[in-house]
């Protein structure tokens, strides 16, 4: 009996443990799984009227205005949200020009889509493209860049590139004839940086020297009002510019001092020089010196700080800027939001996108066409977080992954860690739907005032300062070091209950003064009263 005891015991030990190896590596395996899924948007793009991405595993995605077949998803219907382009998974950088599109794959090679009336494909006709087509057996193009029909690339060697629409000159070839192919520009092999605007161009060579040609009436910043210059000229001596940005009429530059320069058309205050009086010279734009990146669109301006901070200015009718107006005109580099993790930007036509260091994209200004990619064609004025969401849930694929809920499963009124909030309540607080004090403080997020500050869990007068910070906590406007009942309201004028007087000079005596006083008087009286009628 004791052996088929023992036998039973062994069997059944040995069933609990093969359910529970087993249940770990599906729990492994489906958590490895789910993670392989979550990535990060690396790059983006603006162009006229719609946008490009690139996300950390290499795929493409595109959204908004589709006439020409410029997202190359094989139609000309127009995306409201990020939709991915082929399933290749090689792609490294791109670039959205007017209605058209370019990019680079990891092996070098180059490829574009789109409107083609202008040859800005370079693929020698002057047809339209609805999917991504190879441009040259080339295999060593190192940069691209797409103006409104305009394209320039730059090669390993450092060589550069020129094709498509040249009516201002833009392309540098010396004439104003379209190319229907890329052709090199001038013999020099050290071109650092390029950018195409509206139809004018710029380009960074190795030594930091500027250059720009194209039309010009200021756009290119070298003093003159000449219509147009058709071949590269150097602006200004300096040689420390760092990055350079062409806009549809104007031009952003930065140095590697850190300082902002803008100039050309300024009608929007686009310059950001605090006038609408038309640059032609390179002009320094504020006294600071920790600007670190700048993006030219349309008729506005963007750029990023140092510290992180997103900066903008410029045309703003279509909330193109992100402050939270449509204020026709901002005339000065103004901060967009509080935060300061913001990492790249892209001026589009009257758009805007920009990642932050955690890999989210936001963007905002001019939806018309679905360009901001929120899922509708309403015009944003402040940036706004895009995302993909597989299960329409509410909550990013991105942010499911990370926080242990599958991106596939709607779950968005379930209470994963029984806090009292759910899954989609927690999103929205930015609060983890796994545990029920994200902040560690010891009090529950459904209770805590503030459930992202491990320093602050009570806030009593609900003006969004958790006591620990707030010096009047029942906001009855008298501060809590002189207020007898500091979580009170009601009560603030009763004298405070000490151990003992204060010293002479001032204040209030405790109750126990007052009543010994009292009794003193008393007993005085008393006395004074006998002592009468023994007389």
Same mark, same amino acid.
């Given at each position: ?294 993006? =030219? ?49 892209? =001026? ?188």
């Amino acid at each position: 009996m004791n052996g088929l005891k023992y036998n039973i015991q062994l069997k059944s030990m040995l069933s609990v443990f093969f359910i529970s190896i087993t249940s770990l590596f599906f729990l492994i395996f489906s958590t490895n799984s789910i993670a392989s899924l979550e990535v990060e948007w690396l790059s983006v793009s603006s162009g006229g009227a719609h946008s490009l991405a690139l996300k950390s595993d290499g795929t493409l995605w595109a959204w908004g205005d589709n006439y020409a077949g410029q997202l190359g998803d094989g139609t000309k219907i127009k995306r409201t949200t990020p939709t991915q382009i082929t399933d290749d998974s090689n792609w490294a950088q791109i670039v959205a020009g007017g209605s058209y599109s370019l990019a680079l794959k990891s092996n070098g090679t180059l490829w574009g889509w789109g409107d083609n009336g202008g040859s800005q494909l370079g693929d020698g006709i002057q047809i339209h493209r609805h999917f991504p087509k190879q441009i040259t057996d080339d295999s060593n193009w190192a940069q691209i860049v797409a103006g409104q029909r305009t394209t320039l690339a730059l090669k390993s060697d450092g060589t550069l590139w020129a094709w498509g629409g040249n009516s201002g000159g833009q392309v540098g070839n010396g004439t104003r004839s379209n190319l229907t192919k890329p052709t090199q520009i001038t013999d020099d092999s050290n071109w650092a940086q390029i950018v195409a605007g509206g139809s004018h161009s710029l380009a960074l060579k190795s030594d930091g020297t500027l250059w720009g040609w194209g039309s010009n009436l200021g756009k290119l910043g070298d003093g003159t009002t000449n219509l147009r210059i058709y071949t590269p000229t150097q602006i200004t001596d300096d040689s420390n510019w760092s990055e350079v940005s062409a806009g549809g009429s104007h031009s952003l530059a930065l140095k590697s001092d850190g300082t902002l320069w803008g100039w050309g058309y300024n009608y929007a205050g686009q310059v950001g020089n605090g006038t609408t009086i038309k640059r032609t010279t390179t002009t320094q734009i504020t006294d600071e010196s920790n600007w670190s990146k700048v993006s =030219a669109g349309g008729a506005h301006s963007l750029a990023l700080k140092s510290d992180g901070t997103l900066w903008a200015w410029g045309d703003n009718y279509a909330g193109q800027v992100g402050d939270g107006t449509t204020t026709l005109n901002i005339y000065t580099p103004t901060q967009i939001t509080d935060d300061s993790n913001w990492s790249e930007v892209s =001026a589009g036509g009257n758009h805007s996108l920009a990642l932050k260091s955690d890999g989210t994209l936001w963007a905002w200004g001019d939806n018309s066409g679905g360009q901001v990619g929120d899922g509708t064609t309403i015009k944003r004025n402040i940036p706004k977080e895009i995302f993909i969401d597989s299960d329409l849930d509410g909550m990013s694929d991105g942010y499911e992954i990370s926080n242990g809920l599958d991106p596939y499963v709607p779950d968005t009124n379930l209470d994963a860690d029984l806090d009292g909030l759910t899954n989609i309540e927690e999103y929205l607080l930015g609060t983890s739907p796994q545990f029920d004090d994200t902040d560690g403080d010891g009090a529950i997020d459904n209770t805590d005032s503030h459930p992202l500050d491990a320093k602050e869990s009570v806030d009593t007068d609900g003006d969004s300062i958790g006591n620990n910070e707030d010096t009047d906590d029942d906001n009855d406007g008298t501060p809590d070091t002189n207020d007898a009942y500091p979580l009170d309201p009601t009560r603030t004028n009763e004298p405070v209950i000490t151990d003992a007087p204060k010293e002479s000079g001032g204040g209030s005596f405790s109750w126990l003064t007052i009543i010994l006083t009292a009794s003193a008087y008393l007993c005085r009286r008393k006395k004074l009263k006998t002592s009468t009628i023994n007389i």
